[in-house]
């Protein structure tokens, strides 16, 4: 199994990414969890309610990996729980940053912020676009993870996304090693 994680900074297209990714493997899709409980909580979201967003955020995850499918495609992971919570209140509790980095995925597809902005009453940082995405991809970087820079707009974006996924897909192969040595 393979996981492929999306990240970045606010609308950066990663919902349509994700799902059309999913659709396209055939995989396990999970979604993205801060965003029903900012909605249920219909107000900002607090220091105290990260550990809150992170249990559920590992319950999603580890619901759609039980199933067993090749290829799960998440919408976000701890990483964005992190880079959010470091940002807005200067920390993060040490276990979401420790759960976070046990849960690296295979790949990152970092999704960056060439699309229009759109106010949802969820986002809050268009005018912060270019720091959150710096925080991001920082943060995606030291993960260790392989990460893929995902650019562009509609069937472009996506072919990206899919040339990357497939790469990595047959660099996991187990043939892979005798394809790329030919005295094998």
């Known amino acids: 199994m393979i996981r492929v994680v999306l990240t970045g900074s606010e609308s950066t297209g990663k919902t349509t990414l994700a799902t059309q990714l999913a659709r396209h493997y055939d995989a396990a899709l999970v979604p993205e ?3 029903e409980f900012a909605e249920a909580k219909g107000g900002m979201i607090e220091f105290s309610d990260h550990g809150p967003i992170a249990r559920g955020q ?3 995850e580890d619901a759609q990996i039980a199933l067993g499918r090749p290829v799960v495609i998440q919408d976000t992971d701890l990483l964005s729980t992190v880079v959010y919570c470091k940002h807005y209140f200067g920390r993060a509790p040490d276990w979401i940053v420790d759960e976070a980095a046990a849960r690296a ?15 949802d009453g969820v986002r809050d940082r268009g005018h912060m676009r270019s720091e ?4 991001f991809r920082d943060a995606a970087m030291a993960s260790g993870a392989p990460v893929a820079i995902i650019r ?3 069937n472009e974006r996506l072919e990206r996304a899919v040339d990357a996924v497939d790469a990595l897909l047959l660099a996991q192969s187990p043939n892979a090693a005798a394809e790329e040595d030919p005295d094998s």
């Open 33 to 35: 969890f801060v965003r």
């Open 105 to 119: 995925p295979d790949l990152y597809l970092l999704c960056e912020i060439d699309l229009p902005w759109i106010a």
């Open 152 to 154: 562009g707009e509609g």
């Open 58 to 60: 590992m319950a999603l």
């Open 132 to 135: 959150m995405q710096e925080l």
